[in-house]
């Protein structure tokens, strides 16, 4: 059985930092590019970055461009989102996942990714 779990999140102040992990079991997912998108309340969910199977390449939201980074690690399946310089508006429920076909480079629509998490919550207070 596929599992994807993130954990990392909680509260934290504007301009702090949070780093999110994202751990997959049942299968491995080194020829898979991943991503990590977000969802507000009352919100849709939207992309925030993904990273190609290799970690060689990696795309960002405009939103995020230049604070968050993407990474992973393909010896323990998993992949990481390091979030800097964080905003009240980054308040969200964040979710990775995987995608659907082997060694894409990265992947911003979220109906190509077949596996999720179940979203870990990060806080951005004022």
């Known amino acids: 059985q596929v599992q994807l779990v993130e954990s990392g999140g909680g509260l934290v102040q504007a301009g702090g930092s949070v780093r999110l992990s994202c751990a997959a079991s049942?299968?491995?997912?080194?020829?898979?590019?991943m991503g990590w998108f977000r969802q507000a309340p009352g919100k849709e969910r939207n992309f925030v970055a993904s990273?190609?199977?290799?970690?060689?390449?990696?795309y960002f939201a405009d939103s995020v461009k230049g604070r968050f980074t993407i990474s992973r690690d393909n010896a323990r399946n998993t992949v990481y989102l390091q979030m800097n310089s964080l905003k009240p508006e980054d308040t969200a429920t964040y979710y990775c996942?995987?995608?659907?076909?082997?060694?894409?480079?990265?992947?911003?629509?979220?109906?190509?990714?077949?596996?999720w998490g179940q979203g870990t919550q990060v806080t951005v207070s004022p």
């Open positions: 990273i190609s199977w290799s970690g060689g390449s990696a």
């Open positions: 996942a995987v995608n659907q076909k082997p060694y894409r480079v990265y992947v911003i629509d979220p109906n190509e990714y077949m596996y």
């Open positions: 049942g299968r491995t997912f080194s020829n898979y590019a």
